[in-house]
């Protein structure tokens, strides 16, 4: 199987035919079939979203008025762990990341957010941690930069804290953004990653966050 490496590496010369597509992203060079193959996958998922069927035995652990979350874990069936792997993919090839393989996947809490139109629209991915790096707040003020400003690096203390939990990944179905499905997954994950307490926002840490992630969190942590 090609890695997206081969795939980044092979899209800036182009004489091999690399294309990016327009609706979906994918950077995917056309005349390799195996390539041509995963990008119809993607783009339709992309566009699609993932369907979601749902199984006996299903841990819900949040019901709302437009659809419910659902817990998977390390050692649950594999049709289970099949979704969740699909979902992961979508998400990998959305953000352009290579794929993390975690310390320890036995630990790893997938909550699943599905949709009243029963589509995966959501997804958090969780590790435990023992310590995180703060993001230090920027000087506010006149002529100061704006939150709007997605590209500067952010500054992290490097004074190690405590922390819980680790989020990875967390994603939200591009045509069902600015709905609250991202909060109510942090908010989930807080209530379930260990039994019997609610985790505070100081103990939870958001990985390598994308531009998107930063505003996320920034306006999660403080609310
Ligand atoms: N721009 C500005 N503010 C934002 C944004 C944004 N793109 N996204 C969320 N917020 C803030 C808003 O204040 C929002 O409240 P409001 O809508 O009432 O103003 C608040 O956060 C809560 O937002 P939600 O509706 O809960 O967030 P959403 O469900 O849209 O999901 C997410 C946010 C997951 C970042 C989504 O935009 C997404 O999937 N983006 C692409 C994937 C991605 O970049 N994920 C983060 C990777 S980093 C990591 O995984 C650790
Ligand atoms: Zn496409």
Partial sequence: KKTKD????????????????????????????????????HHHRFLEGIKYVG??????VAEFWDGKI?????????????????????VDNELGFQQVVPKCPNKIKTFLFISDEKRVVGCLI???????????????????????????????????????????????????RRKRIARRLVDTLRN??????FLSTDEIAFSDPTPDGKLFATKYCNT
């Fill in 70 to 90: 659902v817990l998977v874990l390390p050692h649950d069936p594999s049709f289970a762990i099949k979704k969740v792997e699909d979902v992961q993919e979508l």
């Fill in 126 to 176: 969780a590790e435990p941690i023992k310590q995180a790096f703060r993001v230090l707040s920027e000087p506010a003020g006149p002529g100061s930069p704006t939150s709007t400003e997605c590209s500067r690096a952010w500054q992290c203390s490097n004074v190690p804290e405590p922390a819980v939990c680790g989020i990875s990944r967390i994603w939200v179905f591009r045509l069902k």
């Fill in 55 to 60: 199984w006996k035995k299903e841990r819900v």
């Fill in 192 to 197: 379930c990653f260990m039994f019997g307490c």
């Fill in 6 to 41: 081969q795939l980044i590496i092979d899209a800036g010369q182009k004489h091999f035919g690399a294309t990016v597509c327009k609706s979906c992203g994918m950077i995917y060079t056309a005349s390799n079939p195996e390539d041509e193959m995963q990008h119809v996958q």
